[in-house]
C-alpha cells in the first residue's frame, strides 16, 4: 500500500521561510517522479514543483526562485523548500509520487495547510 505524509505545514509571517516534508512508503523513490501541488480556498489545484525521474525540474512561475523541490531516495522523502513567503502562497499543500512520465502522478498525501498571513 502506497502511503503519502505530509507534514510542516503552520502559520507564517509574509517573507518567512517554510519547510515541507513528505514521508513516502510503498514505493522505492528511485524510480518514481514526485510533485507538490496546491489549493487555495475556491481554487483549482495546481502544480508547484515537479521533480522527474529524468532529473529535470518544473516549477511554477509564481514560485520560481523562491520554492525548491528535493528529495532524498535513500529516506524515501520529498521536501518542499518555501522562501520569501507571501499571503497568496497560503493553500493546502499535497505531496505526490507515481510513475508517469511528468505530474501528476497517481499518488497522493492528504495534505497540510499553509498560511501565510500578518
Known amino acids: 500500500q502506497v502511503q503519502l505524509v505530509e507534514s510542516g505545514g503552520g502559520l507564517v509571517q509574509p517573507e518567512e521561510s517554510l519547510r515541507l516534508s513528505c514521508a513516502v512508503s510503498g514505493i522505492m523513490l528511485d524510480n518514481y517522479g514526485v510533485a507538490w501541488y496546491r489549493q487555495a480556498p475556491g481554487k483549482q489545484r495546481e502544480l508547484v514543483a515537479d521533480?522527474?525521474?529524468?532529473?529535470?525540474?518544473n516549477y511554477a512561475t509564481s514560485v520560481k526562485g523562491r520554492f525548491t523541490i528535493s528529495r532524498d531516495n535513500a529516506k524515501n522523502m520529498v521536501y518542499l523548500q518555501m522562501n520569501t513567503l507571501k499571503p497568496e502562497d497560503t493553500a493546502v499543500y499535497y505531496c505526490?509520487?507515481?510513475?508517469?512520465?511528468?505530474?501528476?502522478?497517481?499518488?497522493w498525501g492528504q495534505g497540510t495547510q499553509v498560511t501565510v498571513s500578518s
Open positions: 521533480s522527474r525521474t529524468t532529473g529535470s525540474f
Open positions: 505526490n509520487s507515481g510513475r508517469r512520465g511528468w505530474a501528476p502522478y497517481e499518488y
